[in-house]
């Protein structure tokens, strides 16, 4: 096999590093008013990164660096889904961040080597690899959130991150050691066919486990590994919000995918029972402290900790349709957030953020058009049918009483029920109050037909679901089949 087809299952990887190499050499050449070619030339690179994400498709799996890295059909889809949030992120966050000074060469770099270090996890097929993909997505959004060094409470949030994000990185390697100790390797495929044919210490297996599953929380922000999440989202400036909350929470689905699914299967009646305690109590906490909220970003920080606890119901499941849900909701999630966080950037101006729920008050007399994409985004957050929400929660809902949970699946949707109120509040306050101010909402013509595609995109997936789901299942499917 020559080295160029032994590389090609990380051609895109390859492809967007090389390119973050060559937008920092061409940021040397050009002027502070010529960076929007630098921002042009990063939208290429997620383009390029998608096609050859196509073109690099093999049927079946594909392993590269002594199959420390995989290339299936999941790994394809959950990129192609990645490199687009990214690029929806740049369009949103563009005019947001020149008024604040922040659009610079740094925020474009540190975006594609989190981007890079999303595709790591998710092609990941060994415990260094997906470390090292996580580490790297971590410290790029660590250095995002400290981007604007003036401000101190955008500071205070990097460093609750970075000090959050170390311990759960300690619990995660030490979970790995264990698992290493338990095994003899490294390697998702070696270790389940090690605790597949028993191993002679279950004791350090079962403590490994208990410290992964730790690990894995804290990064997805479930109870009680979330106390990191309100405070990030809300000091960070909003474009980095919008990244933290959207494409990684694709990559932590693989994470947890690769994890427990390809390596951990066996233990399955172990850690499902610690997924149900986990999303239960991320449900639980996650709808009832954001009635509370008054501040967008601080109420959608806890409406993520309720998604991701929601998106765990699918792992429950323990079969690939459950798998499969769960997939679709970590994706429909990352496009309602898009919208979501988009709407609070394109309200906001220079010297003001509209992330106050006081700052959507009669948005429907101001401009009508936004505070309709607005509602679909709610309704969807919310789950109310005909948008994509309904289905990704029905999905779930379906998987997890399949599998005999009724009982948690009517916890969820009590849960859902009161999560409904804070969505809907926000309707509320955009159709039926006076606004607060009468300032034009200047908005570009990228970032509006960028909304208006967002949110009728919901409601187009909400009406014909069908291709979506398919996608999603048949590539958990074939990926999880095949390994």
Not at 291 to 315: C, D, E, W
Not at 331 to 351: C, Q, T
Request: glycine share 8%; with cysteine; proline share 2%.
């Amino acid at each position: 096999m020559s080295l160029l087809t032994s590389l090609m299952p990380a051609s895109s990887e390859i492809f967007l590093l090389i390119m973050v190499c060559v937008i920092l050499m061409v940021d040397l050449f050009l002027a502070h008013s010529d960076k929007i070619y630098i921002y042009l030339l990063a939208q290429l690179t997620l383009l390029g990164c998608a096609l050859v994400t196509v073109g690099s498709h093999v049927s079946g799996v594909a392993y590269a660096f002594d199959h420390m890295f995989v290339d299936d059909l999941m790994s394809d889809v959950l990129k192609m889904f990645a490199d687009l949030a990214v690029s929806m992120m740049l369009v949103y966050s563009r005019q947001y961040l020149l008024v604040r000074g922040l659009f610079s060469v740094e925020f474009l770099v540190l975006s594609l080597f989190a981007l890079l270090g999303m595709n790591v996890m998710i092609s990941a097929n060994h415990f260094l690899s997906l470390y090292l993909g996580l580490e790297l997505l971590s410290l790029s959004l660590y250095a995002m959130v400290a981007l604007q060094r003036d401000s101190a409470i955008a500071t205070e949030a990097a460093m609750k991150y970075f000090v959050l994000g170390a311990l759960a990185s300690g619990l995660l390697l030490y979970g790995m050691s264990m698992i290493y100790g338990a095994t003899s390797s490294l390697e998702l495929g070696v270790i389940a066919d090690a605790i597949k044919h028993g191993v002679p210490n279950k004791s350090l297996l079962a403590f490994g486990l208990v410290f992964i599953v730790s690990g894995l929380a804290f990064k997805l922000g479930v109870v009680p590994f979330h106390m990191w999440v309100p405070d990030v989202y809300h000091g960070a400036p909003t474009a980095m919000t919008m990244l933290i909350s959207t494409a990684p929470k694709l990559a932590a689905f693989a994470f947890t995918a690769r994890i427990l699914v390809e390596s951990l299967q066996d233990l399955s009646q172990h850690w499902i029972g610690m997924l149900i305690i986990l999303a239960i109590a991320s449900m639980a906490l996650g709808n009832i402290a954001a009635i509370a909220q008054t501040n967008l970003k601080r109420m959608f920080a806890y409406s993520t900790i309720s998604h991701m606890g929601f998106l765990l119901l699918g792992f429950i499941n323990g079969g690939l349709e459950g798998y499969g849900a769960s997939m679709f909701y970590a994706v429909i999630y990352a496009l309602m957030s898009l919208g979501a966080f988009g709407m609070i950037m394109l309200l906001s101006r220079e010297g003001f953020e509209a992330d106050s729920l006081n700052d959507f008050r009669g948005l429907n007399q101001r401009r009508p058009w936004l505070a309709f994409m607005m509602l679909l985004l709610m309704f969807s957050m919310a789950g109310v049918p005909p948008t994509v929400g309904f289905y990704a929660k029905f999905s779930v809902l379906n998987a997890v009483v399949q599998a005999g949970y009724t009982w948690l699946a009517v916890i969820a949707v009590l849960f859902s029920l009161i999560g409904a109120f804070y969505y809907l509040r926000i309707v509320k306050l955009m159709y039926f109050d006076a606004p607060e101010s009468r300032i034009p909402i200047a908005v570009g013509s990228d970032a509006f037909v960028l909304i208006s595609f967002n949110g009728l995109g919901v409601l187009f997936l909400g009406m014909m679901p069908g291709a979506l789901m398919s996608i999603c299942a048949i590539s958990v499917k074939q990926s999880l089949l095949l390994h």
